[in-house]
């Protein structure tokens, strides 16, 4: 298959650079996709990566649930799945903004559309990549869309990472709510999810 995140990804970096006038010299690269999506899905048999452009009605949607604007046009990201179809969770990709740079990012979603785990691919600035310690991304593990997901309410910050640690919590709260809009009604659509019992 081909590696469609691999051109996104490039195509991002070259955006970046073109918006910010100045190379990521600082560049730290910690995962690859592949690398990614063991960690998140190691019992995943196969991983489906796809795209959707939002709609306007949904990204109006995912702004007035999250009280966030929807910065990217869309979603890029990979359904987890067993030999049987089981669905085992979703891989999205996601990025945010550091003080100068941009934080590549994987949020992994379970079913019920809870955080599993979120993983740093790349963090590009000099100051600011203690993001990735192991303990302030636990914070993140079983939150969902009615969580307290803001920094200061849910998550603590990180001294000298104050921007990096506000932007990533923030695009984990839009992936959540995202998750209700685009990403379980997507699956459904698909017969991966069953619908969900009328109250």
Known sequence: MKDKLGGFGLALALLAGLLLGVPAAHAKPYLTREQAEGICFPEADTIEWRSHRYTRAQAMAIRKASGLMVIDPGLWYGVAL????QVLGVLVFDRARSKHELIDYVIALTPEGKVKQIEILEYRESWGHE???????????????QSKLKL??????????TISCRNVTDGVRRTCHAWHVVLRPALVTAGRLPKLAAK
């Open 82 to 85: 067993k030999k049987d179809g």
């Open 152 to 161: 200061h309410d849910g998550i603590h910050n990180i001294a000298g990472a």
């Open 131 to 145: 993001i990735r310690r192991a303990g302030w991304r636990k914070q993140f593990v079983n939150k969902d869309a």
